[in-house]
């Protein structure tokens, strides 16, 4: 495939984020992902950070205005010229659409949308058991894989906490916001001809195998 421009879709907790991670050391491209790069401006400080930060604890989206420039700045860059690995942007129609006419100019076009498709019920699960270290960001589930101490991390001993926007009130709003205004998106990349469904309720390592598997013939497809 001469190039990969990669967008995971999902609810909150589907595991766009291990999956983007494996795919990003798989295919050795550049990995994306919105929530990640907004945190770290909110940690920095930045005055992106300092616009995002009272939307996201609320469990809202930021206005595209805002997070579309960061998106486009990185699909432009030279690190992502045989392609990428977007995770959490499109959210929007807004954005998918400033998306497309992005790769358009560059000459380029979306490989594949893969959506991986999770019930609310298993987002609440996912999430409401999740625990971040304080320090690293470093993730465990109270179900899935707990801390050996309760509530310390396990890697560098620093407290375990519930992110602000895991707790249950801001889930149940994300979902909402998921539902209205990303899940169009389903349809957007369908019409395109480019979605792909991957069931995220498996196995992490399912869900990766199955992924690999249909980008495998995609690129078969290509070659014929
Ligand atoms: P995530 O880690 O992908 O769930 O993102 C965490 C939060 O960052 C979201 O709840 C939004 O507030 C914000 N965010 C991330 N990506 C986007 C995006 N593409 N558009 C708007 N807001 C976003």
Do not use: W
């Amino acid at each position: 495939m001469s190039e990969l421009n990669l967008i995971l879709l999902g609810p909150p907790g589907s595991g766009k984020g291990t999956q983007g991670e494996r795919l990003q050391e798989d295919f050795r491209l550049p990995y994306y992902a919105t929530g990640d790069i907004l945190r770290a401006a909110v940690a920095e400080g930045t005055e992106l950070g300092r616009t995002a930060k009272e939307y996201m604890d609320r469990g809202d989206l930021v206005p595209d205005e805002v997070i579309i420039g960061v998106i486009a700045e990185r699909v432009e860059g030279a690190e992502a010229a045989d392609g990428f690995i977007l995770d959490g942007f499109p959210r929007t129609v807004g954005q998918a659409d400033a998306l497309g006419e992005e790769m358009e100019g560059l000459g380029r076009s979306i490989t594949a949308a893969v959506l991986i498709d999770v019930s609310d019920e298993e987002v609440v699960r996912r999430l409401g058991g999740r625990r971040t270290c304080a320090k690293n960001g470093h993730i465990f589930h109270v179900d899935f894989d707990p801390p050996k101490n309760e509530d310390v991390c396990d890697i560098c001993g620093a407290r375990l906490i519930v992110r602000d926007d895991d707790k249950p009130e801001v889930i149940r709003h994300r979902l909402e916001t998921y539902h209205e205004k990303t899940k169009p998106l389903v349809d957007f990349y369908e019409e395109r001809g480019v979605l792909k469904r991957v069931d995220g309720s498996l196995e992490p390592e399912e869900v990766g195998n199955r992924i690999r598997a249909l980008l495998a013939t995609l690129r078969m497809e290509e070659e014929l």
